[in-house]
């Protein structure tokens, strides 16, 4: 009786570790120096360390999401290819430990792919980065994995041409992979034209920094990688804030709403930290829509907008545009924060003495100090003294004029 009780037990308990197997997944990454976390500190900052922390979130009932990241810093597309693939002339051959035949082995539920910048920069052509993600994405899906392709991101160390080629990439996997692409550009592309990487989301010349990595993270859980055949996502064909007088007009075009959707309009005054000034439901009747917005309180400087657009499906975010206001008293027009200081560029109307103050996120004052300024100044602030972390700093002129910027202190 005893051994028939405790073979019964084995049972129930090797069904109940069986159907929790059954329910765990798997997200196994390929890709570059981004996705290997280079530009964050710690990795857990990282997007890919961000996306396991979120998964851990629900190990209280032991199913939970692994991520195998096989991410390794300069490596391209062919790095990525199936062992036993023969690459044309002057092209690397597959890392058989970090390529899509490794991934697959894993038996992962996800694949993401993500070579945001390093083919274009080692002149590599369109077309063959192109063949080369439809040759990885083709032998992911065959072996019943979904596979997700993230498009290029902006770098700053590569020439005009290349930077286009990396923009004109963003539109080819977008059109080619649908709603398995994640779009890795529009969080971090400058508004100038430049297709050049932010400053005030970059570690260095190339990778984003925490704040560029927690951008790219929103993204890839925007996408809800395990929804399966959900519909695309609504498409923006415009989207842009025009100042008028005292007023901004904010206007964007959108194709192929879903119902019971709508848009929130968001506000920032530094880029980085955003509140909702404006809802409204998408009017999903088949047709492409236009939709404005007037802001009568733009705040004085800068006033950064963007749209987070709520689906039944997932969440995500626009590109993110910005005015300024003309007449200001004191703007900062530029802050570059490096390892040991930071480096500002204020315009002022007039010269005068100012006060330049850094706060801890919690309100707390960590350095003060007092600049006097022209009417173009440029100012470096030692930082090496503080912790890593994020700031505020604070510009205060004899005036009373003033403005604010958030940055990030990166050992």
Known sequence: MKNTFLLILCIAFTGLFNSIEAQQKKVVILGSSTASGTGATPYDSSWAGRLQLQYRKNTSDGIDTTVVNLAVGGT?????????????????????????????????????????????????????????????????????????????????????????????????????????????????????????????????????????????????????????????????????????????????????????????????????????????????????????????TPFNGKSFYRLKITEPARNFYSATVSVQRIGRQLVIEKLVSQSTELRLEISSQKNQPAVISITNLSGALVQKRTENLQTNSIITIPVASLPAGEYILTVTAADGSRDTWQFIRVK
Not at 276 to 286: C, D, L, P, Q, Y
Request: charged content about 20%.
């Open 76 to 296: 391209t597309t062919y790095y990525a290819m199936p062992t036993g693939y023969t690459p044309p002339p002057n092209r690397p051959s597959p890392d058989p430990a970090h390529n899509i035949t490794q991934a697959l082995s894993l038996n992962p539920d996800v694949i993401i792919i993500s070579f945001p910048s390093n083919d274009i920069a080692s002149g590599y052509s369109e077309n063959e980065v192109m063949n080369n993600f439809r040759s990885l994405y083709n032998l992911g899906s065959s072996n019943g994995a979904r596979v997700f392709i993230t498009t290029t991101q902006p770098r700053n160390d590569i020439g005009t041409q290349h930077r286009q080629s990396q923009r004109n990439l963003v539109d080819s996997i977008t059109n080619t992979f649908g709603s398995n692409s994640i779009n890795f550009w529009d969080d971090l592309v400058t508004n100038d034209g430049t297709c050049s990487l932010r400053d005030d989301l970059r570690s260095d010349l190339v990778h984003p920094n925490n704040t560029g990595h927690r951008l790219l993270f929103q993204r890839v859980m925007a996408r809800n990688i395990f929804a399966a055949n959900s519909p695309l996502p609504v498409r923006l064909g415009s989207f842009t804030a025009q100042l008028q007088d005292k007023t901004v007009l904010v206007r964007w075009h959108a194709e192929e709403e879903e119902a019971n959707s709508f848009y929130e309009l968001q506000r920032s005054a530094n880029g980085l930290d955003f509140e909702t000034i404006h809802r409204s439901a998408a009017r999903a009747t088949g047709q492409t829509q236009d939709y404005s917005f007037t802001d009568a």
